[in-house]
Structure formats: C-alpha cells, structure tokens
C-alpha cells in the first residue's frame, strides 16, 4: 500500500509530491516546536541588518548583554532581564558643519553614512565647532542609559595633523517659524545632511573625548570615578579638562578605531572604551549633566573631524532600560 501511495503522488504532479506529510511530526513535538528552552526561537531580521552584524563592524559594536539575552529568558523567568532598543535612524546625522559632507555607501550601510572632511584643517581646537562637527540626527532620552559605538579612520597624515573629537552634545533648535532657505537647501542637497550653523544651532554644553587622550567638558566639573587602564597617565588640568586617556592612534599605524561611549543620564556619567565592550572603562562623572538649564534640549551624539581624511560614523546607537 506504501509502495501504491508513493507511485500515484509521483504521477499526479510535483505539487503532490513535495506535499508534506504533516503526521509524520504529530508524534514528534519537538521538532517544529521553537519556543523550547532547547532552541530559542530567532526573530527575522532584514538582510541589510544580518549582512552588517556578520561584518567586522557589527560583531565590534555588539554589547556581551545581548550575546546571552535569549537565555536569561529562559533560564530564570522571574529576574530582570535589560531591555535594549535601536531608535530608528539612531545610527545617522542630522546635521554638520560646511567642511564636512555625509556618505551614504552602499545600500547596506546606508543606515550608518560616513561623515568625511574633505575640505579643510582645522587649526585651531576653538574652531572645530560648527565648521568641523556633526551631530546626530536622534536624541539620547533622559533618564536613561544609551550606548553609541563610533568607527573613527583617517590616514597616516591625518591622525598625526589633527584630533578627533567624539562624545555628546546639547545645541540649540533654530526657532519653528525660520523658514529654510535657499542655501540650507542647496546644503542639504550636496550634504545629505542639514547645515550646521552657530546661529541657528548654538553650542549649549559638551562632553568629549579626543584622539590624543583629552577629556573635556563646557560644564563646571569633572570626577573620574574609574580610571580604567590609564591610572597612572590621566591628569587634572583644570576643573573641566583632564588629560592622559588612551591615545586611540598609536604609532603602530592603526588607522581604524571604534570608540565605545555608555552615557547614563540617570546619574550623569559616561564611560568611554576602545575596540570592544569587554575593555575595562574609563568612567567620569560630569556636575551639570543632568541640568538642562531651561533650554528642555536633550544630548545628541557629537563628532568632530579637525583634519582633511578623517572619516566617523555611528555603527550601533542603543537605548538600555531594566526589564
């Protein structure tokens, strides 16, 4: 009878040959059931998302939290599991300075465009702002904790002819009723990105770290409160400003870098790491982070490129909350 069945499902077409025979799994549970402990189930991802976390660039900015957060689901379902989210477009720029323009690449990285100088140096650290920074096009939400990882490069002449700048920022929002005009459109066009003026989105505070090792801040004060690997290097020149963190471009000929920023707007403090999350930090704590001083304007990500060659974008920006 078995040999019968076999023979007329061949006959009758391909349709009815390649038909399953779902009592063949009727017995067995287990093997379509992808809710077990033993095989977790895995939510679909777009290809553009699954071909940038194969890549080096994805596996970098991968937190070990989310390594194991399928298992923390099934192993103790009564404990508190950190909930993590991507904000949509949390990885691209808002706006930049005219000596920057944003780079979109390829399809699959046009969710984490370059941004590029290629048009002057900077040679004074007082003039990196607007003409030199990009800012990001989401804001960190109060009250929380955000992790960015930024991919920094340049060439041999740039990382020794000019510092890069990373960290976060409050600039102001030009007024509602200022109608664009024609050359933040002409911008806009051949940037991809909105125009960056001093008028129109003024500097209101800062905290950043630079390529030479400098922490700085337009806020009152900074507090080390972890040193990290740099112990015995990092020194106070001024209430706002130490010096001696690692240098991100040693004399090796490291050109590419990632540079790792958890920034908790709970308790005002940011922690910076090199290459990877598993790097031991270097935590501070900034007085007057929390304080919005009336302008009700949130911390975007800040990057600012001082030198002709040098290349920043944000390959994983992800809010953290406690489940």
């Known amino acids: 009878k078995k040999a019968l069945r076999s023979a007329t499902a061949m006959t009758s077409g391909d349709t009815l040959a390649l038909r399953i025979n779902w009592e063949i799994y009727a017995d067995t549970p287990q093997r379509n059931d992808r809710t077990s402990r033993a095989r977790p189930r895995g939510l679909l991802k777009p290809q553009l998302l699954l071909d940038h976390e194969r890549s080096g660039a994805g596996r970098a900015g991968l937190h070990p939290e989310e390594r194991s957060r399928r298992a923390w689901l099934m192993a103790d379902q009564s404990g508190s599991v950190p909930l993590i989210q991507r904000p949509r477009g949390g990885c691209k720029w808002g706006a930049c300075g005219p000596a920057l323009r944003v780079c979109r690449g390829t399809a699959s990285e046009a969710a984490f465009p370059y941004l590029i100088n290629d048009n002057w140096d900077c040679l004074q650290l007082s003039g990196a702002y607007p003409e030199c920074t990009g800012i990001g096009a989401r804001d960190l939400p109060a009250g929380l904790t955000t992790r960015l990882t930024y991919e920094v490069k340049c060439d041999g002449a740039a990382s020794t002819g000019g510092m890069i700048q990373v960290g976060i920022a409050r600039v102001g929002a030009p007024h509602v009723e200022e109608a664009p005009s024609k050359e933040d459109d002409e911008f806009?066009?051949?940037?991809?990105?909105?125009?960056?003026?001093?008028?129109?989105?003024?500097?209101?505070?800062?905290?950043?770290?630079?390529?030479?090792?400098?922490?700085?801040?337009?806020?009152?004060?900074?507090?080390?409160?972890?040193?990290?690997?740099?112990?015995?290097?990092?020194?106070?020149?001024?209430?706002?400003?130490?010096?001696?963190?690692?240098?991100?471009?040693?004399?090796?000929?490291?050109?590419?870098?990632?540079?790792?920023?958890?920034?908790?707007?709970?308790?005002?403090?940011?922690?910076?790491?090199?290459?990877?999350?598993?790097?031991?930090?270097?935590?501070?704590?900034?007085?007057?982070?929390?304080?919005?001083?009336?302008?009700?304007?949130?911390?975007?990500?800040?990057?600012?490129?001082?030198?002709?060659?040098?290349?920043?974008?944000?390959?994983?920006?992800?809010?953290?909350?406690?489940?």
């Open 188 to 323: 806009l066009a051949a940037h991809n990105c909105h125009r960056l003026g001093e008028a129109s989105y003024p500097m209101l505070s800062s905290v950043l770290f630079t390529s030479m090792g400098d922490i700085m801040t337009t806020e009152n004060y900074i507090e080390v409160l972890s040193a990290g690997s740099s112990s015995h290097r990092l020194k106070q020149r001024d209430d706002n400003w130490w010096s001696g963190a690692p240098i991100w471009f040693p004399d090796d000929g490291t050109e590419t870098v990632n540079v790792l920023l958890e920034v908790d707007l709970a308790r005002g403090c940011v922690s910076i790491r090199l290459k990877s999350w598993s790097e031991d930090p270097l935590v501070i704590s900034v007085d007057g982070m929390l304080d919005d001083k009336g302008s009700q304007r949130s911390w975007s990500p800040m990057v600012s490129l001082l030198a002709v060659g040098q290349q920043a974008r944000i390959l994983d920006n992800h809010v953290v909350t406690d489940g």
